[in-house]
Nanobody, 117 residues
Framework: QVQLVESGGGLVQAGGSLRLSCAAS????????MGWYRQAPGNERELVAR???????NYADSVKGRFTISRDNAKNTVYLQMNSLKPQDTTVYYCKAESVLLSTVYWGQGTQVTVSS
């Protein structure tokens, strides 16, 4: 069973920065993609940023130019650098991994990000 452990959430003022981390319990090369999603109460979980096995990335329009997804293969960790944070970025952020074999999906437990105005 794969475990994804998120960290780095917290409270920050608008315009500030946070870096989220997602540590996987096995090599991230076993995943065809890893990504960050967020879900506000009453809303569906939405893609924030994703990085594929080949290193290609894609972002939600709302975070382009502000957020950057990256990975450290040696640490089996994916990061989400969030700059110029806005109050509307406030919600729970989840790490997701999709395995190469069978496309099995794994989720982390979520980390709260709160941006004050």
């Amino acid at each position: 069973q794969v475990q994804l452990v998120e960290s780095g959430g917290g409270l920050v003022q608008a315009g500030g920065s946070l870096r989220l981390s997602c540590a996987a319990s096995r090599s991230i090369f076993s995943f065809k993609s890893m990504g960050w999603y967020r879900q506000a109460p009453g809303n569906e979980r939405e893609l924030v940023a994703r990085i594929s096995r080949d290193g290609s990335t894609n972002y939600a329009d709302s975070v382009k130019g502000r957020f950057t997804i990256s990975r450290d293969n040696a640490k089996n960790t994916v990061y989400l650098q969030m700059n110029s944070l806005k109050p509307q970025d406030t919600t729970v952020y989840y790490c997701k991994a999709e395995s190469v074999l069978l496309s099995t999906v794994y989720w982390g437990q979520g980390t709260q990000v709160t941006v004050s105005s």
